[in-house]
């Protein structure tokens, strides 16, 4: 089992960043390939980003593509999701998960975290 915890949500206003970090906990020396997920209010959880086990390549999806970067350090056991240039459609709450292999899809995310709340204002 692996146990996930977000932090580093907040208000921000538009243009703004914030730095998202989720701590696993568990079965930690498993080697997980890591994303970041999202759900705005009345939308279906749509995939963020996602790094690879060995941190050696990085997805995003196209919205986030060149403000959103995502990292890893697994001496920390930490995974983070740093956003520049925010924007109120970039408001939801965010979820990190692991996988045994990178993925764009959800269904192959088998732990996840609770959540932390990210509001933009214009």
């Known amino acids: 089992q692996v146990q996930l915890v977000e932090s580093g949500g907040g208000l921000v206003q538009a243009g703004g960043s914030l730095r998202l970090s989720c701590a696993a906990s568990?079965?930690?020396?498993?080697?997980?390939?890591m994303g970041w997920f999202r759900q705005a209010p009345g939308k279906e959880r749509e995939f963020v980003a996602a790094?690879?086990?060995?941190?050696?390549?990085?997805f995003y999806t196209n919205s986030v593509k060149g403000r959103f970067a995502i990292s890893r350090d697994d001496a920390k056991n930490t995974l983070y999701l740093r956003m520049n240039s925010l924007r109120p459609e970039d408001t939801a709450v965010y979820y990190c998960?692991?996988?045994?292999?990178?993925?764009?899809?959800?269904?192959?995310?088998?732990?996840w975290g609770q959540g932390t709340q990210v509001t933009v204002s214009s």
């Open positions: 790094i690879t086990w060995s941190g050696d390549n990085t």
């Open positions: 568990g079965r930690t020396n498993s080697r997980f390939a």
């Open positions: 998960a692991a996988a045994p292999r990178r993925s764009y899809s959800q269904i192959d995310y088998n732990y």
